[in-house]
């Protein structure tokens, strides 16, 4: 996980237990009160009392804790990965007091200005505990099915059999391979561009909010934050220039959190690709590149085709997809023969 989104996700909860401490003050006050005008201020029924609002407080500690953070993560666009699960449990988990020393000291406390009766200061404690435990178990659970359903919008690509038919012995699909004019293969070899596979932006967007885009004429479906990312790499090779884009502008046009959150949109573009690209041939890393600091689609402009993405009314499209499709040229240069 980013380490300035676990900073900020930090901070909220830091915030928002600081706001609770006042609740849970009143609260004891008020059962205190309560008892007080019932003669039983000093009686075992008053440190019950006291016991019962700290339970409660555990029990809804989770579910104040997951409507804190949820929105962030959901804003932030995170993206999933095997350790997202554990990384956000140990992070939740240093802020949930549920065995908290300050717990102890204040039943301690309460124990200590009874004048009637005794209780069992430990007793009371392991209920607490317990209800912090299943109170923590119950966020545990939230956290797991949010990263399970991070998962599942990675889709699963897998070579279509009318596409294999078209394999040739080498593996790769003759038929779809693109071809530049003599400049623009000039352009091609002066700045070390890998991919010569067709990209056509369909402007097609599936029921799940994927956004299919076709490599050679094999569907990729790419979430709305890494299509975002995907489309700005696009306008920079449309400036005619060697398409490399720095991390510090991602970041600055708030297309990634951080320089590790420019490697992680990276890693999950390279991953969805993936599969459409094994079956022509292509690496994944000569399709995106990503040196040091920077990113580019390392392909020829001219191999991709916008007009299918510019021919949408900008009004159907996610806001901030729209500011990148706004940005796009209708055409290639010149379109190359991609069919032959």
């Not at 849970?24 to 609002?53: P, T």
């Not at 200590?112 to 545990?140: E, F, K, P, T, Y």
């Not at 897998?158 to 391979?177: L, N, Q, Y």
């Not at 720095?246 to 969805?272: C, D, P, Y």
């Amino acid at each position: 996980m980013d380490q300035n989104l676990a900073k900020i996700l930090a901070d909220r909860i830091s915030i928002l237990l600081r706001q609770r401490e006042p609740r849970v003050r009143e609260e004891i006050a008020r059962i205190k009160n309560d008892y007080e005008a019932r003669g039983l201020f000093m009686s075992g029924m008053r440190f019950r009392g006291v016991a019962n609002v700290l339970s409660a407080d555990q029990t809804r500690l989770a579910d104040e804790i997951w409507d804190a953070v949820y929105p962030i993560l959901s804003e932030s666009h995170v993206l999933y990965s095997e350790d997202l699960a554990t990384e956000l449990k140990a992070l939740v988990d240093r802020f949930y007091p549920g065995r908290s020393q300050s717990i102890r000291e204040r039943l301690v406390a309460e124990a200590a200005s009874l004048r009637r009766g005794s209780v069992n200061v430990d007793l009371h404690l392991s209920r607490i505990v317990q209800a912090g435990d299943l109170g923590r178990c119950s966020l545990h659970n939230k956290i797991e099915a949010f990263c399970l359903s991070l998962r599942n919008q990675i889709p699963t690509l897998t070579i279509s059999s009318e596409a294999e038919d078209k394999i040739d012995p080498a593996g790769v699909h003759a038929i779809r391979i693109g071809r530049l004019d003599p400049t623009a293969e000039q352009e091609f070899a002066k700045h070390n561009f890998k991919s010569h596979l067709p990209i056509v932006l369909t402007g097609e967007v599936e029921k799940g909010g994927g956004n299919v885009v076709q490599v050679a004429g094999e569907k990729v479906s790419l979430p709305p934050k890494q299509f975002c990312f995907f489309l700005r790499l696009v306008r920079e090779l449309q400036r005619g220039k060697n398409g490399y884009v720095t991390s510090e502008k991602l970041i600055k046009e708030r297309l990634a959190l951080s320089k590790t959150n420019v490697n992680g949109v990276v890693f999950q573009l390279r991953k969805n690709f993936q599969h459409a690209l094994e079956g022509q041939g292509i690496d994944k890393f000569d399709f995106i590149e990503a040196p040091k600091l920077m990113v580019r689609l390392s392909t020829h402009p001219q191999y991709i085709s916008c007009s299918p993405i510019k021919s949408r009314p900008l009004e159907q499209y996610d806001p901030e997809i729209r500011k990148q499709v706004r940005g796009l040229r209708q055409a290639p240069i010149s379109s190359p023969d991609i069919l032959r």
